[in-house]
């Protein structure tokens, strides 16, 4: 087991044969999350969006779809104009429709286009896939996704007005253009 030394900074130089292994690159982000007594490095995947797109593919049932039956359950109705839970769990598993949230997460990337999500449809998403995948890669899922180009946002009544639609327009999908609200 090789021994490294801490930096000025906390900085360490990890040895070329564990940076091989793990496809460790210059650049490439790593999660540290400190374990009992230790830190535990994990590298990241490069795209956060190639990585995400179809990551829940293999459930047995559409967590996309069991959204929706609750929500109509609950008689509610997403008109937010945000990027809600069913497109991103739609997107997760590679659902019918799921090109137009990867494409509208690439414009982001992009600098084309601005996404958001409320804090309560990210809990929706973290909340079904701990159910369907595990606590474990429901971490791993959220891990990547704060990566994605999107801000995620309060849900306050500054959202609920007049937006512009965009091009993308689907049942479970009205990406927004909202101006920043004003501090």
């Given at each position: 087991?090789?021994?490294?030394?801490?930096?000025a900074?906390g900085?360490?130089?990890?040895?070329?044969?564990?940076?091989d292994k793990?496809g460790?690159?210059?650049?490439?982000?790593?999660?540290?999350?400190?374990?009992?007594d230790?830190?535990?490095?994990k590298?990241?995947?490069?795209?956060?969006?190639?990585?995400?797109?179809?990551?829940?593919?293999?459930?047995?049932?559409?967590?996309a779809?069991?959204?929706?039956e609750?929500r109509?359950?609950?008689?509610?109705t997403?008109e937010?104009?945000l990027?809600d839970?069913?497109?991103i769990?739609?997107?997760?598993?590679?659902?019918r429709?799921y090109?137009?949230?990867?494409s509208?997460?690439?414009?982001?990337?992009?600098?084309s286009?601005?996404?958001?999500?409320?804090?309560?449809?990210?809990?929706?998403?973290?909340?079904?896939?701990?159910?369907?995948?595990?606590?474990?890669?429901?971490?791993?899922?959220?891990?990547n996704?704060f990566?994605?180009?999107l801000?995620?946002?309060?849900?306050?009544?500054?959202?609920s007005?007049?937006h512009?639609?965009?091009?993308?327009?689907?049942p479970?999908?009205?990406?927004?253009a909202?101006?920043?609200?004003?501090?």
């Open positions: 087991m090789p021994i490294v030394k801490t930096h900074k900085q360490i130089i990890m040895p070329k044969e564990i940076r793990l460790i690159k210059p650049g490439t982000a790593v999660s540290v999350k400190l374990v009992d230790h830190a535990e490095i590298p990241l995947p490069d795209d956060p969006i190639e990585f995400l797109t179809g990551i829940f593919k293999e459930q047995r049932r559409s967590l779809k069991e959204l929706l609750e109509k359950k609950d008689n509610q997403d937010k104009n990027i839970a069913h497109a769990l739609v997107w997760t598993q590679k659902e429709g090109q137009k949230i990867k509208l997460l690439t414009d982001c990337r992009d600098q286009a601005l996404g958001y999500m409320s804090q309560i449809n990210l809990g929706e998403v973290y909340y079904k896939t701990i159910r369907a995948a595990g606590l474990e890669e429901a971490k791993r899922f959220l891990e996704f990566r994605l180009p801000s995620i946002v309060l849900p306050t009544a500054s959202l007005g007049k512009r639609r965009s091009r993308l327009n689907t479970f999908l009205t990406p927004i909202l101006p920043l609200p004003r501090l």
